[in-house]
């Protein structure tokens, strides 16, 4: 005689039942706290700042570099006051403190280097003159004598003749660039000349002492020497003269 086997009966869980099960809630993201990682732009002035006191490195061997330092500190100082103004919504208080620091530094030292450089580079027993102020912003002066007329140097220049100074200027291109024994100095790199010669006082011809030689550059040049002058000069001969006894590519532009 078989015997059926029958499958168990599934349990089942009364409404009541189903109604006791507990039910986890779902967690969701509190953005409380959000602002910690809000994103604030960067103030350009701050980018600004920091890419003039990478510039500010050309203090070190230039009179550009030294105002370029001095701009850079005067922007980062607009810049902390453009992002403090924002009240939080501008960033770069560190980058600008940077750029400032990298400014002060670069600065300072360069301004040390072209201070020295500036004190040694004159000569003993020679002085100073600057060729547009001593000399080329004095002019001639018309003097009288009875009835005649006739130019004469300026009572302020009449004491550098025939002394030695040590004068700056910029050499007039002429037909021989290289080992020139003679040559023209100019008070600026050509514009007393636009538009014709420069005038007897805008001028200087050097004259090099001792067989010594001068390549001709476009840039400002050093000169001492022995400053002569001729109000009565020949044809084609300069008022002022020059007898050096050396010359070279100047150290600094003061």
Not at 78 to 90: D, P, Q, S, T
Not at 138 to 167: C, M, N, T
Request: glycine share 8%; net charge negative; with cysteine.
């Amino acid at each position: 005689m078989s015997q059926s086997v029958l499958p168990p009966e599934p349990e089942t869980q009364s409404v009541a039942d189903v109604a006791d099960d507990t039910v986890e809630p779902v967690q969701t993201t509190s953005f409380d706290h959000r602002d910690e990682f809000e994103y604030r732009p960067m103030s350009l002035w701050a980018s600004v700042t920091l890419f003039l006191g990478v510039c500010s490195l050309a203090g070190l061997v230039s009179l550009t570099g030294l105002m370029i330092g001095v701009a850079t500190v005067l922007v980062g100082c607009f810049a902390v006051y453009r992002i403090r103004r924002a009240k939080g919504e501008l960033s770069g208080i560190p980058l600008t403190v940077a750029g400032m620091v990298l400014a002060v530094g670069f600065t300072s030292v360069g301004a040390t280097f072209q201070y020295q450089d500036y004190v040694n580079e004159l000569p003993p027993g020679y002085k100073r003159v600057n060729f547009p102020k001593d000399i080329s912003a004095k002019e001639f002066v018309l003097r009288r004598d009875g009835e005649q007329a006739y130019w004469s140097l300026h009572p302020e220049v009449e004491p550098l003749v025939d002394e030695k100074i040590f004068i700056k200027g910029y050499l007039w291109q002429s037909r021989v660039s290289e080992r020139m024994s003679e040559f023209v100095l100019l008070k600026d790199n050509g514009k007393c000349c636009m538009g014709g010669d420069p005038k007897p006082f805008d001028m200087i011809e050097v004259h090099m002492k001792d067989g010594k030689t001068f390549d001709y550059t476009d840039g400002l040049v050093a000169i001492s020497g022995v400053l002569r002058a001729n109000m009565r000069p020949a044809p084609g001969e300069a008022i002022y003269t020059l007898e050096a006894d050396n010359a070279g590519r100047a150290k600094t532009v003061f």
